[in-house]
């Protein structure tokens, strides 16, 4: 068996993610962690058991026993980092948004196809098994004709003035916050799992926290740390808490898709529904074993994650039984099945089975679109 090495930049919520995921893989060894503080990137490397730890990102680049490289930092960073990774001879899984502009992600996209090395967007909501139930069942007709798609990503981990994260930063997070940060998934997963484009978008935006109180000291994504009031100072806000964004599909849907990070008591809900001719279908993330189908001339169904009962497809992503639950973790060790699984096959296959850096780059043109939506308050077609 063949062991891949892997090496991730950032310590924080994400970072460690990945690299437990890649853990429980079996057959690679993270061998490298980036971070800025040194002490603490120490401690969370022992924590993972993960043998490097490193203050700069070009020393993690340079270990020439690393073979894939994990870019997790702020959004601004993931161009620079992506490229060099490429430039190094690496693979690269990046963190969505690939880059915070379509030039940079374009020139991402360009460098890629130009070294041939494996890249990939960490877009890891296609890989709940009931995504590619889902997908089957549309594409085999079960549904019909999607008439209407709709739905929403709400969180509340933004929901006081005094919570406080780099995504909050135009500087560092883009033009967008919301829909590039959530928004950009929900939009990702409608058309992997439709098969159609959006072509047409009309968004509306909203920053209900225009000031917030920036700790004094960094917090970590989702950390909910509470501070005394001098430990803050006051920061004006130019990126959106919300955005309901209207949606043209290229099959002639009609859909609506709503962003909140400031939806009390909804702490990481992406969900959506389509109506289709025959049937329709609604799934929710914080459920994600179970899939509803509705009928006008029959009983209503909800599908339960059983690989016995799902599409070849589906059944790839699936490691337990029917009634043995499989969740956000999951999601991540099931796209880098497939990622290093390609890796360890000689890149073999005619079209990669993940995200691509291209993938990456559509959800920056529409994102983009939305944001010039916004300002005009007009309806904006996509190339």
């Known amino acids: 068996m063949t062991t891949v090495r892997a090496g991730v930049i950032g310590k924080g919520f994400i970072g460690p993610a990945h690299a437990e995921a890649l853990s429980r893989l079996g057959y690679v060894d993270v061998v490298g962690l980036v971070g800025t503080d040194p002490d603490a990137t120490r401690k969370r490397a022992d924590q993972l058991g993960i043998p ?20 997790c930092s702020p959004n601004n960073l ?80 933004l929901f006081y003035p005094t919570d406080y994260n780099w995504r909050l930063e135009q500087e560092q997070s883009g033009s967008s916050r919301a829909v590039a940060d959530i928004g950009s998934h929900w939009l990702d997963l409608i058309e992997f799992v439709t098969g159609a484009r959006i072509v047409e978008v009309l968004a509306d935006f909203a920053t209900f926290h225009k000031t917030r109180k920036k700790p004094t000291a960094a917090i970590e994504t989702f950390a909910g740390k509470m501070l005394e009031p001098g430990d803050y100072t006051d920061v004006p806000i130019n990126t959106e808490d919300y955005a309901s964004v209207l949606l043209r599909f290229s099959n002639s849907a009609h859909g609506v898709l709503t962003v909140n990070q400031v939806a009390a008591g909804r702490k990481n809900r992406l969900s959506f529904e389509l109506d289709g001719s025959e049937k329709s279908a609604a799934w929710d993330s914080e459920l994600p074993n179970q899939m509803w189908i509705g009928r006008r001339d029959g009983p209503n169904q909800v599908i339960m994650k059983d690989p016995s009962l799902l599409d070849a497809d589906a059944v790839s992503l699936a490691d337990y039984p029917g009634g043995h639950n499989e969740g956000f973790p999951d999601t991540f060790k ?19 089975p993940f995200p691509t850096f291209a993938d990456g780059l559509r959800e920056l043109r529409l994102n983009e679109k939305i944001v010039a939506s916004s300002k005009s308050g007009s309806w904006i077609g996509i190339e």
Request: charged share 20%; aromatic share 10%.
């Open 334 to 352: 099931q796209m880098f099945k497939e990622v290093y699984g390609y890796i360890r096959n000689g890149q073999s296959g005619a079209r990669p």
């Open 52 to 71: 490097n730890a490193y203050t700069d990102y070009r020393d993690l680049i340079a270990n020439a026993d690393i073979d894939v490289v994990h870019v």
């Open 78 to 157: 993931h161009f620079e980092m992506a490229k060099a990774a490429l430039e190094a001879g690496k693979h690269v899984v990046c963190e969505k948004p690939i880059t915070v502009t379509v030039a940079e992600a374009e020139e991402l996209v360009a460098l890629a196809a130009s070294t041939g090395l494996v890249n990939t967007v960490h877009f890891n909501v296609r890989y709940y098994p009931l995504m590619r139930q889902l997908r089957a069942m549309i594409a085999a007709g079960e549904l019909g004709e999607i008439f209407a798609i709709h739905g929403s990503y709400l969180q509340d981990w």
